[in-house]
């Protein structure tokens, strides 16, 4: 019989995602470390984000897909049956059950990193990063692990999250979709249509978790074109508005962890810091969209970060 | 005499959805204009309207494919292929997933002016794989061509036609994938045409054969793929030359995809390309529009004439004389 009081405090669910989220830093950072070159910073703002939706938002089957990524099977066509999608590591697919669909897929090394940390990919996958033939592509496609749809012309994969949550209403379905986003896309117009139609419809059966780290390709939003006020655009447009600190699971969790029935679309606007948990990045600020070391003292900076790092996770 | 249709797709879409719960109707705010508002009326939990916004109607049918629907897209044909191109390309080309792309108004069809005029939608979805291209010349084309399509695994795009619609075929006939309809065989010249240039072409194919001149014709219905056999045959059995006649830019259409056929398989034969050539047009009536363009039966006799090297005496009211009514296929191994 255990004795209470000497028993170690188990860990709570916000604790395991910091330190999942802290293990997927670690890991894109290495991985930008060996391949000099990775998106970095989104691995800095996003991983409480990815990792709160995996371990405490969606209700997900076991991964359906083997630890070791299949290699590229060929385009999809009428004449390729073998085509597949990345979708089954997300777990099955079944009426009560929640699916993911990932949009800003230059984020793809985050997600298949937080895949590794949940065993629903195993922990040499990255070594077929972006290697030819892998499926474990620099940007994410739909064959690779954990994607579901192609999106990697951005804004394109909320209009298709809107018509698998159309499809699974009509069937009556419970299970909800969720969309991970990045707020440059609220610069593409059919962002946009897409939240007009999402609230016409009057479509509840679908969240979307919004990135906001404010950087972009050419550097901070504000100066390339603002989006904001983020939050009451959407409200505007009808959505269901939380605006949180996306780097407290709790905070995250929250606006999700509802039995509401919703008769709109819910958006979860993560506030978040691009160099998160690697302050040596705020140097290259205002570029950080992609990270590659500009010598062998930086490079060497880093490699004794990451050392450190590991240290401390011990 | 050749009997005329109102609004074929009207009732047939009605008709033909009535067994097909998977089938689904999105609308970008064309629904009555791309006559879907008896779909929209007689099964109004398929109907889907989406706006004016054609790119996300192509994700969200997209997404409606992936989860085992049919999403027939209505609208006008440059709203399909030109706005939301990427869209049609990665949500739904990609993936080939079944969306079935309905385009009303193709060429100029309408007096809506260059806005309005789908002038290159064949072009810009022929270069996308996986995607294959319909057209309708007929009200018989317009009342099978939903079969032909739901048949096919992955995207398609239809070019439509709506309103008064000629009956150029036999009902008991209908439109066949990647099959021409031949109308008529002969070994001179060969005639390839598409949509509603086929009603024009018949017009002076007939009056040329009074004249003596042993002129074959065909009507293609698919133009993606383009590997029928029978216009293969066609084409390798034509002596002095080949002529497209298309409702769209010489460039990347019927015309293109002909010269690819002809080049890639060594038929030396002259190809000459009837059809809108690399220009806009503008607003005006149809028969305006193909007169003034050269899309009209005349222009198919100025062709014959050219290739042939010798001037024929035909008039315009010799064509306007020429009775038109509707036709079975030439069987093929009638002699004529």
């Known amino acids: 019989m255990a004795q209470a009081g000497i028993q170690p405090r188990a860990q709570s669910p916000a604790a395991h995602i910091r330190g999942v989220?802290?293990?997927?830093?670690?890991?894109?950072?290495?991985?930008?470390?060996?391949?000099?070159?990775?998106?970095?910073?989104?691995?800095?703002?996003?991983?409480?984000?990815?990792?709160?939706?995996?371990?405490?938002?969606?209700?997900?089957?076991?991964?359906?897909?083997?630890?070791?990524?299949?290699?590229?099977?060929?385009?999809?066509?009428?004449?390729?049956?073998?085509?597949?999608?990345?979708?089954?590591?997300?777990?099955?697919?079944?009426?009560?059950?929640?699916?993911?669909?990932?949009?800003?897929?230059?984020?793809?090394?985050?997600?298949?990193?937080?895949?590794?940390?949940?065993?629903?990919?195993?922990?040499?996958?990255?070594?077929?990063?972006?290697?030819?033939?892998?499926?474990?592509?620099?940007?994410?496609?739909?064959?690779?692990?954990?994607?579901?749809?192609?999106?990697?012309?951005?804004?394109?994969?909320?209009?298709?999250?809107?018509?698998?949550?159309?499809?699974?209403?009509?069937?009556?379905?419970?299970?909800?979709?969720?969309?991970?986003?990045?707020?440059?896309?609220?610069?593409?117009?059919?962002?946009?249509?897409?939240?007009?139609?999402?609230?016409?419809?009057?479509?509840?059966?679908?969240?979307?978790?919004?990135?906001?780290?404010?950087?972009?390709?050419?550097?901070?939003?504000?100066?390339?074109?603002?989006?904001?006020p983020l939050a009451e655009r959407l409200c505007a447009f009808g959505a269901e508005v939380h605006e949180v600190d996306g780097h407290d699971p709790v905070a995250l969790a929250a606006p999700a962890d509802s039995a509401i029935e919703r008769d709109r679309p819910l958006v979860v606007i993560a506030r978040t810091d691009p160099c998160r948990g690697l302050e040596q990045l705020r140097e290259r600020a205002p570029k950080l969209h992609y990270v590659r070391f500009k010598s062998d003292a930086e490079f060497a900076t880093y490699r004794s970060l990451l050392d450190s790092l590991r240290a401390e996770a011990c | 005499m050749m009997e005329s249709v109102q609004r074929p797709h009207r009732e047939n879409l009605i008709r033909w959805a009535a067994s097909r719960p998977e089938v689904l109707v999105l609308s970008a705010d064309l629904t009555s204009s791309c006559e879907a508002d008896g779909f929209r009326d007689t099964y109004p939990e398929r109907f889907f309207s989406m706006g004016m916004a054609e790119q996300n109607m192509m994700g969200f049918a997209a997404g409606l494919a992936r989860e085992g629907f049919f999403p027939y897209i209505h609208t006008f044909a440059v709203f399909i292929c030109r706005r939301p191109f990427d869209q049609v390309a990665m949500s739904i080309a990609y993936p080939n997933l079944p969306v079935r792309l309905i385009g009303f108004l193709p060429g100029i069809t309408t007096a809506g002016g260059v806005t309005h005029q789908a002038i290159d939608d064949i072009a810009l979805m022929r270069i996308l794989p996986n995607m294959r291209i319909l057209e309708c010349g007929d009200a018989t084309d317009v009342e099978s061509v939903l079969d032909v399509a739901q048949d096919i695994d992955g995207p398609v795009y239809v070019r439509m036609l709506r309103g008064e619609v000629p009956r150029l075929f036999d009902p008991s006939e209908p439109l066949r994938f990647n099959r021409a309809r031949v109308l008529t065989q002969g070994a001179e010249v060969l005639v390839l045409s598409t949509g509603i240039c086929t009603e024009e072409a018949v017009r002076a194919t007939q009056a040329l054969r009074t004249r003596g001149l042993d002129v074959g014709h065909l009507h293609v219905s698919t133009l993606k793929p383009f590997d029928d056999p029978t216009v293969l045959e066609a084409i390798a059995k034509a002596k002095r030359g080949v002529i497209t006649m298309e409702n769209h830019s010489v460039i990347g259409g019927l015309g293109s995809a002909v010269a690819e056929l002809m080049a890639e398989r060594g038929l030396g034969v002259r190809l000459l390309r009837i059809g809108l050539q690399d220009t806009y047009a503008h607003g005006a009536s149809r028969q305006y529009l193909m007169r003034e363009y050269g899309l009209d039966a005349m222009a198919l006799v100025r062709a014959v004439a050219s290739l042939i090297g010798q001037p024929l005496a035909l008039t315009e009211d010799d064509l306007a004389a020429v009775r038109l009514e509707t036709m079975r296929q030439v069987d093929k191994t009638e002699d004529l």
Request: with cysteine.
């Open chain 1, 21 to 228: 989220a802290d293990a997927v830093r670690r890991r894109v950072l290495e991985h930008t470390l060996n391949n000099n070159g990775g998106y970095l910073s989104q691995a800095c703002s996003s991983a409480e984000i990815l990792a709160t939706l995996y371990l405490s938002v969606m209700r997900l089957g076991p991964s359906q897909e083997p630890l070791d990524p299949r290699p590229f099977a060929g385009v999809p066509s009428s004449a390729n049956p073998g085509a597949f999608t990345g979708a089954g590591y997300n777990g099955t697919k079944a009426p009560e059950l929640d699916r993911f669909i990932f949009s800003p897929v230059h984020y793809a090394l985050v997600l298949y990193s937080l895949l590794i940390e949940l065993d629903r990919l195993g922990p040499d996958a990255l070594d077929d990063f972006n290697r030819d033939g892998s499926t474990v592509e620099l940007i994410g496609a739909e064959h690779s692990p954990g994607h579901e749809v192609t999106a990697g012309s951005l804004a394109q994969a909320i209009s298709q999250a809107g018509g698998i949550a159309l499809a699974r209403r009509m069937r009556g379905e419970t299970g909800r979709v969720w969309v991970f986003m990045s707020d440059g896309e609220f610069q593409e117009g059919q962002t946009w249509e897409a939240f007009a139609a999402l609230a016409y419809h009057r479509l509840g059966n679908i969240g979307i978790y919004v990135d906001a780290n404010a950087q972009q390709c050419d550097g901070p939003m504000d100066a390339v074109m603002g989006i904001e």
